[in-house]
């Protein structure tokens, strides 16, 4: 089934501090994709080591943005998932902002509740609602999570670490901080073992909005790699299992803002998006 609702990942350090002369272009795009500024936003600092200066800097950039209506979900157990206020309160937001942070604590927190649930269910019948998630945030909303891998080593079967994710999108495997620290590696280790997902390299300040589990648009000020295993020809982790990785036909492409991707057919294009969209 066709989800209506949208996701948007961001490759993490997005700009939200309203005292620079940055325009919180990443952040303005997530209000734009629900009601504008007559929006509803709920913070999830889940994945935070600090998430009450996290949660604060979200409330602060959003409100900055001419939002009233932010407030801050402070989760950090499974436990905490079970407060009958969040259920009413995810029920009515239009948006969910998931922090940046260890991917694992949202894995721990939200697997297999009520609340990751309703979320599941918002997003495949609520046309206006939207999952945001920036760094471990966007990492998370897949079904396969990377959770660690050493740039260095990680050319290697094995190296990148895969946990069961959120599960809002099951076609791709989500990567952040992509061209800043080096990820390569370990995206291309995970799509070469999950070949019929797709590859989504996020850089800094930058995102991509998902649609209905396949059409990619590019927000942001950086870049997005999409690595596409679907043509391989030879891949060692399948074909010589326990040798150094070995592709052939590994598909890259490189996005930047306003460009477009279609997961299911594998096509690029140009959706000329709009700056002030």
């Not at 932010?70 to 998931?98: C, G, N, Q, W």
């Not at 895969?162 to 099951?170: K, Y």
């Not at 990820?183 to 997902?197: T, Y």
């Not at 850089?203 to 998902?210: F, K």
């Amino acid at each position: 089934m066709v989800p209506k609702g949208v996701l948007i990942a961001v490759g993490g350090a997005e700009e939200r501090n309203t005292d620079s002369k940055g325009k919180l272009e990443v952040l303005r795009q997530i209000l734009a994709r629900a009601r504008g500024k007559q929006s509803v936003v709920e913070v999830i600092p889940t994945a935070s080591g600090i998430p009450r200066q996290i949660g604060n800097e979200y409330l602060h950039a959003f409100t900055h943005l001419g939002c009233s209506e932010v407030r801050i979900m402070p989760i950090r157990t499974k436990k905490d998932t079970e407060k009958k206020d969040y259920f009413s309160r995810l029920e009515h937001a239009d948006i969910v902002m998931l922090s940046g942070g260890n991917q694992a604590r949202l894995s721990r927190a939200f697997l297999e509740t009520g609340l990751l649930q309703l979320l599941q269910q918002r997003h495949q019948n609520d046309e206006h609602f939207v999952i945001a998630g920036t760094s471990a945030g966007a990492m998370a909303q897949s079904r396969h999570m990377i959770n660690g891998g050493a740039p260095a080593e990680a050319l290697k079967h094995g190296k990148a670490r895969l946990i069961e994710g959120l599960g809002f999108i099951r076609e791709a495997i989500i990567d952040s901080h992509f061209i800043n620290r080096g990820r390569f590696g370990r995206l291309m280790v995970a799509v070469a073992e999950h070949p019929e997902l797709c590859g989504i390299g996020l850089g800094e300040d930058t995102g991509v909005i998902i649609r209905q589990h396949r059409y990619l648009e590019v927000i942001g000020s950086g870049q997005v790699v999409i690595m596409d295993g679907r043509k391989l020809a030879y891949n060692s982790i399948v074909q010589t299992p326990g040798r150094m990785l070995s592709l052939e036909h590994l598909v890259f492409h490189l996005m930047s803002k306003g460009m477009g991707y279609d997961m299911a057919e594998g096509v690029f294009s140009d959706v000329r998006v709009m700056s002030d969209r």
